[in-house]
């Protein structure tokens, strides 16, 4: 299976950073990367798709980039409401696996 | 508007057997990719299992052989079999809806699941 390895497990940072948060995978995925925020007591929220689409709704400080084994998040001016868990995701060959997690904490 | 409701989450012991159900409105199980994601106390996120609309299943090799995802159209819910429970099954269970075979863009609240004797 394919591993996808988020870093930095935590972040800290201010409010109005940009905050860069990047998944390597095992192996090239072409572009099937998700992003998803999660609060805590909450399920998971979808913010970007297929690596670089913003899921409606989504603010557009949010983008994502990358191909192959390489993907980022980036939060072009953390806002208040950012501070959260994030994932990435990839689907590749009938199996779907998640990174571990990166925890933005405030400053 | 998509709502998923999942119960039957609760306390079992080690090598007990528990159904999960995922209550969908706002979409129709049968026409949709759903899938189960799993989340254990203060851990990240780990896929389960999947069932195409076509009926294709997957699962994840820490469940293959123990859990089994389907689903009834007539009252348009999902559900998860797990069987031979483990101490590690032990999560918040989530009920998700997932856009062809690729991400997810809706959850249930998620029902927790303890393992344990």
């Known amino acids: 299976d394919i591993q996808m390895t988020q870093s930095p497990s935590t972040l800290s940072a201010s409010v109005g950073d940009r905050v860069t948060i990047t998944c390597r995978a095992s192996?090239?995925?072409?572009?099937?990367v998700a992003w998803y925020q999660q609060k805590p007591g909450k399920a998971p929220n979808l913010l970007i798709y297929?690596?670089?689409n913003l899921q409606s709704g989504v603010p557009s400080r949010f983008s994502g980039s990358g191909s192959g084994t390489e993907f980022t998040l980036t939060i072009s001016s953390l806002q208040p409401d950012d501070f959260a868990t994030y994932y990435c995701q990839q689907y590749s060959s009938n199996s779907w696996t998640f990174g571990r997690g990166t925890k933005v904490e405030i400053k | 508007e998509v709502q998923l409701v999942e119960t039957g989450g609760g306390w079992i012991q080690p090598g007990g057997s528990l159904r999960l159900s995922c209550a969908a409105s706002?979409?129709?199980?049968?026409?949709?990719?759903m899938t189960w994601v799993r989340q254990a106390p203060g851990k990240g996120l780990e896929w389960v299992s999947i069932i195409y609309s076509g009926g294709t299943t997957y699962y994840a090799d820490s469940v293959k052989g123990r859990f089994t995802i389907s689903r009834d159209s007539s009252n348009n819910t999902l559900y998860l079999q797990m069987n031979s429970l483990r101490a590690e099954d032990s999560a918040i269970y989530y009920c998700?809806?997932?856009?062809?075979?690729?991400?997810?863009?809706?959850w249930g609240q998620g029902i927790l699941v303890t393992v344990s004797s």
């Open positions: 706002g979409l129709t199980v049968s026409r949709n990719y």
């Open positions: 998700a809806k997932m856009v062809s075979n690729d991400y997810i863009d809706a």
């Open positions: 192996q090239s995925i072409g572009t099937r």
């Open positions: 297929r690596t670089s």
